[in-house]
């Protein structure tokens, strides 16, 4: 059984930071792309950033702007997006996803995690 957990959220100030982290079962997330995405209330789930399998190559949405990275620890069978400088309109609940080939649509994506809150305080 495929499993996506995320972890990491919480609340923090403007201009702090935080380290999500993507922890999968059933599967080996080095041989998947990841991606992740965040959904706010009343608004679309969007895509975050996402990273490839071999080269782990990466791709952000322009509102990260630098702030955030995505990088994996094969090891540890997880993935990382770490957020800086994170700004009250961050404030969503964030997902990871996976997929053999899927690139920033949240369709192309077969597996989920359940996601995390994270809320940034102005």
């Known amino acids: 059984q495929v499993q996506l957990v995320e972890s990491g959220g919480g609340l923090v100030q403007a201009g702090g930071s935080l380290r999500l982290a993507c922890a999968a079962s059933?599967?080996?997330?080095?041989?998947?792309?990841v991606g992740w995405f965040r959904q706010a209330p009343g608004k679309e789930r969007e895509f975050v950033a996402r990273i490839s399998q071999t080269i782990s190559s990466t791709s952000y949405a322009d509102f990260v702007k630098g702030r955030f990275t995505i990088s994996r620890d094969n090891a540890k069978n997880s993935v990382y997006l770490q957020m800086n400088s994170l700004e009250p309109d961050d404030t969503a609940v964030y997902y990871c996803a996976a997929d053999w080939r899927a690139y920033r649509s949240a369709v192309e994506y077969d597996y989920w995690g359940q996601g995390t809150q994270v809320t940034v305080s102005s």
């Open positions: 059933g599967l080996t997330l080095s041989t998947y792309v």
